[in-house]
């Protein structure tokens, strides 16, 4: 999550280990909070990052891993 509401309006992109999108969803400035189903991803590394109109605004790593 990124900490207060988002800055500015853009794009949350979740991005496997090769750099290749794998899903992205549209943001508005002052949301809280975004959810991002990733159910239908293999397990791995992702890196998400939160772009806007000035470049990337934040960019966090998540590790997938198969729920027992």
């Known amino acids: 999550s990124y900490p207060g509401a988002l800055p500015v309006n853009g794009v ?12 992205s969803t549209i943001v508005t ?3 809280w909070s975004s959810t991002i ?3 239908s991803l ?7 990052a939160l772009k806007g109109s000035n470049g990337i605004v934040s960019r966090k ?8």
Do not use: N
């Open 12 to 23: 949350i992109c979740i991005s496997d280990a090769l750099g290749r999108e794998v899903k």
């Open 29 to 31: 400035a002052g949301e």
């Open 37 to 39: 189903d990733i159910s």
């Open 42 to 48: 293999a397990d791995g590394v992702y890196s998400i």
């Open 61 to 68: 790593s998540l590790i997938k891993t198969a729920s027992h």
